[in-house]
């Protein structure tokens, strides 16, 4: 039994395998991770039943493992139903949890059009797929440099 938060052998041996600037996306259960990905990222389902992991829980996990430089959510566009509710409660969670992790960075929104570009680039390396059924909780998370 490995020591480290992150036992799930896939993700940690593509973890392993990032370098700085490649990115991770951690999606929830409604985002089309199939056709919304890097030409070479590769895809690992965790979807065991509605709700089961959460982003915050894989969040947590990864970062366990991997410097983030960056996190970025999927922005809610002005035309949306939603985008007149506010900031979503689960992005206060993502917030809390990579401070926890020491993540000096400010988690930032991007647009959901860009997002999808972002996530579409060759340096994104690996999607996981929750089974979140929070709105709104895409993250993207650029790989940092390991200095000590």
Not at 39 to 46: D, H, K, R, S, T
Not at 60 to 87: F, Q, R
Request: charged share 20%; glycine share 6%.
């Amino acid at each position: 039994m490995l020591k480290t938060t992150l036992l799930h052998p896939e993700i940690l041996r593509i973890c392993a395998q990032a370098g700085h600037h490649a990115k991770i996306l951690i999606a929830d259960g409604n985002y089309p991770a199939r056709t919304k990905k890097g030409p070479g990222a590769e895809l690992v389902n965790l979807q065991l039943m509605p709700g089961v992991p959460t982003v915050a829980q894989v969040l947590k996990a990864i970062l366990s493992v991997v410097p983030a430089d960056h996190i970025n959510t999927m922005g809610i566009p002005a035309d949306d139903s939603y985008a007149n509710a506010g900031e979503p409660p689960v992005w206060k969670d993502f917030a809390r949890i990579a401070l926890e992790a020491q993540v000096t960075s400010v988690i930032t929104p991007i647009s959901k059009w860009d997002f999808y570009k972002e996530v579409e680039s060759p340096d994104h390396i690996l999607t996981v797929q929750t089974a979140d059924m929070a709105l709104w909780a895409n993250l993207l998370i650029t790989v940092g440099c390991r200095t000590s």
